[in-house]
């Protein structure tokens, strides 16, 4: 997926509906799409099927969006109601975060108002809060990873 179009259609509009925006959220957003899934190349988990794995173009796991549902939302009701407007009536989590960009750019931005302190402005920076906060220090990705799959897809 082209990373100017994504930024500028999907994740932008995203963040500002759930009043979420900045300039670094903006690309880190875009970074964390380069890192899990290269911009959109792939879709679901590879080897996975069924509500086992991580999907969509942030690759967010099932049970990372029940959290956030259950852990987070649930006590920011203007927030939640964001989110339900872009996931719309009728889909799943599972298939909202597979095909509704609009809606897995802002779980993955909502995945990250969990964690502390302010989103780095420079690359290693966040190269560093992705895996800190996204993939976890358990997570098999790299902060190398990270910042050269910037390079590659978004940039």
């Keep these: 997926m082209n990373p100017k179009q994504l930024r500028e ?3 932008r509009p995203a963040l500002h509906t759930i009043s979420a925006w900045s300039p670094e959220a903006e690309d880190l957003i875009l ?5 899990e899934s290269h911009c959109g190349r792939y ?17 967010m796991e099932l049970a990372t969006a029940r959290d956030i549902y ?9 927030l939640k109601r964001s ?8 889909q799943s989590i ?10 897995a750019a802002a779980m993955a931005r909502i995945h990250y108002l969990r964690a502390p302190g302010k989103i780095p402005a420079d690359l290693a920076g966040q190269a560093t809060y992705w ?7 358990q997570g098999k990705g790299t902060v190398a990873e990270y910042m050269d799959n910037w390079v590659r897809y978004a940039k």
């Design 9 to 11: 259609l999907i994740i």
């Design 31 to 35: 970074g964390t799409a380069a890192q």
């Design 43 to 59: 879709i679901r988990q590879m080897g996975c099927s069924g509500s086992i794995g991580a999907f969509g173009v942030w690759q």
């Design 70 to 78: 259950d852990n987070y939302l649930r006590y920011k009701p203007e």
């Design 83 to 90: 989110i339900e407007r872009l996931r719309g009536l009728g």
């Design 94 to 103: 599972t298939e909202a975060l597979t095909g509704n960009l609009a809606y």
């Design 131 to 137: 895996k800190q906060y996204y993939n976890t220090p």
